[in-house]
Nanobody, 113 residues
Framework: VQLQASGGGLVQAGESLRLSCTAS????????MAWYRQAPGKQRDVVAV???????RYADSVEGRFTISRDNAKNTVILQMNSLKPEDTAMYYC????????WGQGTQVTVSS
């Protein structure tokens, strides 16, 4: 399984970023997918989940600001992040949900105040 995340960067508080992740080596369409994030010194947490039927759910901390979506034809999962806050600063990863043991490199999101 390969999970290639991209789209991170350095932004100011209140700005937006769009993360993209392409998965290969798994049957994408039959897996629930999720975005996770890990800040330095903290555990990796689930940020958002999109099911095979495109139902979505979010961590309380990002509800109303982040939107997850998927494109099964492109094996891609997207995370649109609006109204970013400094506490959103973390390395962001995508993976199946529940997660598989192999993780991609992730993409760094840094939000300055």
């Amino acid at each position: 399984v390969q999970l290639q995340a991209s789209g991170g960067g350095l932004v100011q508080a209140g700005e937006s970023l769009r993360l993209s992740c392409t998965a290969s080596g798994l049957i994408f369409s039959i897996n629930d997918m999720a975005w996770y994030r890990q800040a330095p010194g903290k555990q990796r947490d689930v940020v958002a989940v999109v099911t095979t039927g495109s139902s979505v759910r979010y961590a309380d901390s990002v509800e109303g600001r982040f939107t997850i979506s998927r494109d099964n034809a492109k094996n891609t999962v997207i995370l649109q992040m609006n109204s970013l806050k400094p506490e959103d600063t973390a390395m962001y990863y995508c993976n199946a949900y529940p997660s598989r043991s192999l993780w991609g490199q992730g993409t760094q999101v840094t939000v300055s105040s």
